[in-house]
């Protein structure tokens, strides 16, 4: 093969490349690219490992929560940011109490009992850590589960307690960037807190 029919042939892989990158919805290119960057964030700041998640749980080391608020506050004013400008809209689901202390008190057991939480599992599999493969696997046995159950739940769990679409800023009847700079304040002292601290 001569050094022409090589650039057709790489010309061709381009051109098929580029359908099949113009065929994905752009949202969903975002969507991956953020996912990978927050994959990437969480390898480096360790909290894929074992020993942080445990020593979370333990109150010993406060590193996941440290992300954890860093996270919030990135994506408050990223979020609303967005949504000023009018590139995105806002898909708040609906406070239901019933469901999201029960669905709590399952994440936080299975978290304790694991040792990751979903999101980590998969993380720390990415990583090369097995035991997180059984994590992923009681996940998807988890939404099989209440998919299976939702019927039954969605006219029980899910309408116990359903205070509707609501909002911080909308339940204090203030601009959202109030309660943005409150949160962020908050969050910003308890960080110098756990820093002086050494947790």
Known sequence: MDLDQIVVHLNEILVSLKGIANAIDLELRFGLVTGM???????RAKVLRYDKQ???LRFQDFT???????????GMIGTYFLYDQ???VLSIKPTILGGTITGGILFGVGWALLGYCPGTSIGALGE???DAFWGILGALVGAALYAEMFPYLQDTLLKMHDYGKITLPQLLGV?????????????????VLMEKKGL
């Open 175 to 191: 601009n959202h960037w109030i309660v943005i700079a409150g949160v962020s304040v908050v969050f910003l002292l308890s960080f």
């Open 64 to 74: 996941i929560l440290k992300f954890m608020m860093s996270a919030i506050i990135v």
């Open 54 to 56: 445990l020593a979370a």
């Open 86 to 88: 009018g590139l995105a």
């Open 128 to 130: 090369g850590r097995t």
């Open 37 to 43: 960057v927050f994959g990437v964030l969480l390898q």
